[in-house]
Nanobody, 118 residues
Framework: QVQIVESGGGLVQPGESLNLSCTAS????????IAWYSQAPGQQRELVAR???????NYADSVKGRFTISRDNLKRTVYLQMNSPKPEDTALYLC????????????WGQGTQVTVSS
């Protein structure tokens, strides 16, 4: 079982940057596509950003130009740099590891809360 730990969340003012981290215990970290999802109270989980095992990235339209996802395979860590956050970005941010091969595997962390408020 892969253990995932997210960190870096907190209470920030609009426009105040923060950087989320997602660290996983698997030795096959580089083989996974990794994504950040957000889930606000009473809302469905939504994709925020994804980085594939080859380094290709994609973003939700709402965060393009503001958020950046990156990965460091040696540290088994994925980052989400959140610049110019808005109150509507307030949510629980969860990290997902997805592997597609002969079988598919999905692992989720517990999430880190981000609250953007003045």
């Amino acid at each position: 079982q892969v253990q995932i730990v997210e960190s870096g969340g907190g209470l920030v003012q609009p426009g105040e940057s923060l950087n989320l981290s997602c660290t996983a215990s698997t030795g096959a970290f580089s083989a996974y596509d990794i994504a950040w999802y957000s889930q606000a109270p009473g809302q469905q989980r939504e994709l925020v950003a994804r980085i594939t095992r080859t380094g290709r990235t994609n973003y939700a339209d709402s965060v393009k130009g503001r958020f950046t996802i990156s990965r460091d395979n040696l540290k088994r860590t994925v980052y989400l740099q959140m610049n110019s956050p808005k109150p509507e970005d307030t949510a629980l941010y969860l990290c997902n590891l997805h592997y597609s091969g002969r079988q598919e595997y999905d692992y989720w962390g517990q999430g880190t809360q981000v609250t953007v408020s003045s």
